[in-house]
């Protein structure tokens, strides 16, 4: 597995709207995107800051795991994810050394643009790791 850097950091916010609003005034940029990812039942709005994201989860249904980590947590920091040259590779290499993945085959979002992967908190003290690969 080969680590090219941090991808983004997650942010999971109750109402997108407000936080692009906020996230606006704070880094004095636009969103480079907003979409809905459906397969991971959330919208989604992603500010460039350097080389790396921040990325806005608003939940887009009650089961989706945004919803839950909001209704347990509140909002806040949900993950980092960490940008990797091949997620099947990387899925593979984290199973095999013993951390718990969230899924069992890297899944393909954003109409195939990335695959990723999730590392269990609890394999890695407590922080929620994402691991992407884009296409």
């Known amino acids: 597995m080969k680590v090219l850097g941090i991808d983004h950091i997650a942010i999971a916010v109750k109402d997108l709207d407000k936080a692009i609003e906020t996230f606006k005034r704070v880094l004095n940029s636009e969103p480079i995107r907003i979409e809905e990812v459906p397969e991971e039942k959330v919208k989604i709005a992603m500010f460039k800051v350097g080389?790396?994201?921040?990325?806005?989860?608003?939940?887009?249904?009650?089961?989706?795991?945004?919803?839950?980590?909001?209704?347990?947590?509140?909002?806040?920091?949900?993950?980092?994810?960490?940008?990797?040259?091949?997620?099947?590779?990387?899925?593979?290499?984290?199973?095999?050394?013993?951390?718990?993945?969230?899924?069992?085959?890297?899944?393909?979002?954003?109409?195939?643009?990335?695959?990723?992967?999730?590392?269990h908190p609890k394999s890695a003290h407590g922080v929620l790791l994402e691991i992407v690969e884009r296409r």
């Open 51 to 119: 080389e790396v994201s921040i990325e806005l989860l608003q939940a887009l249904s009650p089961d989706s795991a945004i919803a839950k980590f909001i209704e347990k947590r509140g909002e806040g920091l949900h993950h980092i994810a960490l940008r990797v040259d091949d997620a099947e590779a990387a899925t593979k290499y984290l199973k095999e050394i013993g951390y718990n993945v969230i899924y069992e085959s890297p899944k393909e979002v954003s109409h195939g643009e990335r695959k990723i992967n999730f590392i």
